[in-house]
């Protein structure tokens, strides 16, 4: 029971993160930020996040 809870919990808080990011990426094309400008930041976030989990756990 706990664990079917725990992805119920794990789904919607991807949903709503989608939610955000999507939001965030209509008001900067709107604020006229360039497509490519906003791909680089958002690969360069996601080295950033996953390059110190990727060393914790494949030591």
Do not use: W
Not at 5 to 26: E, H, K, R
Not at 27 to 56: D, K, R, S
Request: aromatic share 16%; charged share 10%; net charge negative.
């Amino acid at each position: 029971m706990h664990t079917k809870f725990l992805a119920f919990c794990c789904a919607i808080s991807l949903q709503v993160a989608s939610g955000f990011n999507t939001m965030f990426y209509d008001f900067a094309f709107n604020a006229g930020m360039n497509p490519c400008v906003l791909v680089a930041e958002q690969m360069t976030v996601a080295a950033l996040i996953l390059t110190p989990l990727a060393l914790f756990f494949e030591r």
